[in-house]
């Protein structure tokens, strides 16, 4: 029973205030990744199913190197690849490590999503590339670069064209001492080496996790992705990073990515993001332009990806989608160190990957060439301030291929017999 009217007609406008200003409950989740019935992960945009239809974004002009600041440059190349991208079907980046210039990155986010509903993947290396090398047990580092990514995502949370955070790349190869390497006197008293890269990875992990509670304490409307270089050490990220939300995959496997969406199941179950994947468009064998191949190669990573999204049949269901590499060549990465090759579109490989059998022999086995991974070519001459967009054979398949993927296998496969 009421027994004072003026209280009830306070406490009823006050909660009808509430309600329609949205205070007094958590805020919504902008993008959050849904369990369904089966156990399959279903990742969910502003209330609706989203598939990550993905290009990694790096957009050096010839002539440039890794440390150029795109996000400033006065030819906005973001708005002719945005073009670009959104008539393919792209409907996300990935970008590696935001600029100095927080403001900058802002205004290419932004823009991005709201002239071509482009979202973007925000990374951060952590420190990875920093000289000396990263020491994750060393607490001064850490607390630099946790002060650089919670300014990140302080400065950026709010775009309605963040969809993910995405922390580090292939930074566990570290742990090994082969890329990058880092230890500390506490770690190296162990003596034994098995025993110094799994106490490296508690180090790492823990610090991911410790981020990733940051991050979610922050913006809790956007998920965490932790990159890792294929599934290595992802058995000690189940002990130490129960925080993250997604795990982001590069993996380099050629056509097929074989029992990887099981063995991540059964090792550290989170939803899968490819965060680097794909295939170089030059065959070092042949020593020539090889758009064929390269289009072949992605059109069958793709189908394995559709195989394994939430409700496919005969998959693990535990795939989100993936960001491929990359959306136009990088001209300088050959030799970063040698200014006169930036402006060279170097034909030497960089390393070597039996899984990309169409021109493992070549010259010592060296295939993969870093300066020509892209869907979109470069060519010298500019237009509107950048150098021109070529589009190659994928950038063309992958825009079928995303209408209707199985119809566009389906139309191939008979084509062929038809020959």
């Excluded at 002719?80 to 802002?106: C, H, I, S, W």
């Amino acid at each position: 029973m009421i027994r004072n009217p003026k209280f009830f007609v306070f406490f009823t406008l006050s909660v009808a205030w509430l309600c329609l200003t949205g205070m007094g409950r958590a805020p919504a989740r902008k993008v959050y990744v849904k369990t369904l019935k089966n156990g399959h992960y279903q990742l969910m945009v502003e209330g609706r199913p989203y598939i990550v239809k993905g290009v990694c974004y790096n957009p050096i002009p010839i002539g440039e190197s890794h440390d150029f600041d795109f996000w400033s440059d006065p030819g906005q190349p973001w708005k002719k690849d945005g073009q670009l991208m959104q008539k393919m079907g792209v409907n996300t980046v990935r970008f590696y490590q935001p600029g100095e210039d927080l403001e900058a990155v802002k205004k290419v986010v932004s823009e991005l999503y709201e002239l071509y509903g482009i979202r973007s993947m925000m990374g951060h290396w952590l420190g990875f590339w920093n000289y000396p090398s990263p020491f994750y047990d060393d607490e001064a580092f850490r607390k630099r670069v946790k002060e650089e990514v919670l300014a990140m995502v302080e400065a950026l949370k709010d775009e309605d064209g963040i969809l993910f955070w995405v922390l580090g790349n292939e930074n566990n190869y570290s742990f090994a001492g082969k890329v990058n390497p880092w230890s500390s006197e506490r770690i190296d008293k162990l003596g034994d080496e098995q025993q110094c890269m799994l106490l490296r990875a508690k180090v790492y992990y823990s610090f991911i996790d410790e981020l990733a509670k940051e991050i979610h304490r922050i913006d809790p409307g956007h998920p965490v992705v932790m990159g890792n270089g294929e599934l290595i050490c992802l058995d000690s990220a189940n002990g130490f990073a129960k925080n993250i939300d997604i795990v982001g995959c590069v993996i380099y496997r050629g056509k097929t990515f074989g029992n990887l969406f099981s063995n991540l199941r059964n090792t550290y179950d989170k939803p899968l993001v490819f965060i680097e994947f794909g295939c170089d468009a030059y065959n070092a064998y042949e020593k020539k332009e090889d758009e064929a191949s390269q289009a072949d190669f992605l059109e069958s990573q793709w189908s394995e990806i559709y195989r394994n999204l939430a409700g496919s049949e005969d998959g693990v269901g535990n795939c989100l989608g993936g960001a491929m590499f990359e959306w136009t060549d990088e001209w300088w990465k050959h030799n970063d160190y040698d200014q006169a090759g930036w402006s060279i579109h170097d034909t030497e490989s960089n390393w070597s990957n039996g899984s990309y059998y169409f021109d493992i022999k070549a010259e010592r086995n060296m295939n993969m060439n870093e300066e020509w991974f892209g869907i979109v070519g470069l060519e010298p001459e500019k237009a509107y301030g950048v150098n021109k967009r070529v589009p190659r054979k994928a950038y063309y398949l992958m825009r079928e291929f995303w209408k209707s993927p199985y119809d566009v296998k389906k139309d191939r496969k008979q084509k062929a017999e038809n020959r």
